[in-house]
């Protein structure tokens, strides 16, 4: 199921672009619906896990799972917000989302929900670790005026 919907998330936008309807809203929506869908199958693996062994610390786990995967995203996004910059991924730990579901599938065939998660979680940290290494190297670098910025609403835009 995992890796079924990873194909299919893949492809939804290049059927898109191909059908040449790609959108503004498609390509916000897109991710924004990938951590719906990823939340959902850590929570029902760590529930499955939880049903048949009793063990909570599978709880504590998918929790921790679910935190690191929108943080990382989470990071690259607020980046990009402020510099209006995509971040320099020269540093960074290639950790994509279908390296993160194919980790998750394999936990659940193989019934190591818990190895799954650890080996989730502590990717996506040195991932995180090395975006705040790899923005404090681009700090150094560079001025950016943190002054506060007018917006202005999508209707006018």
Do not use: H
């Amino acid at each position: 199921m995992i890796q079924f919907l990873s194909i299919i998330d893949g492809c939804d936008g290049e059927i898109a672009r191909l059908k040449f309807r790609k959108s503004f809203f498609g390509a916000w929506l897109d991710p924004i619906l990938d951590r719906y869908v990823d939340m959902f199958l850590i929570a029902g693996m760590a529930y499955g896990y939880w049903n048949a062994t009793g063990s909570k610390f599978v709880l504590f786990m998918a929790i921790m799972v679910m935190f690191v995967d929108v943080l990382q995203d989470y990071m690259s996004a607020k980046y990009f917000l402020i510099t209006r910059k995509k971040l320099n991924a020269s540093l960074d730990f290639p950790f994509k989302r279908d390296i993160r579901m194919l980790i998750l599938a394999l936990g659940a065939i193989t019934g190591q929900i818990l190895v799954s998660f650890l080996v989730f979680a502590i990717a996506v940290n040195i991932k995180v670790v090395l975006k705040v290494i790899n923005v404090k190297r681009v700090n150094d670098k560079l001025t950016i005026n943190l002054e506060p910025k007018k917006f202005t609403s999508i209707n006018s835009v």
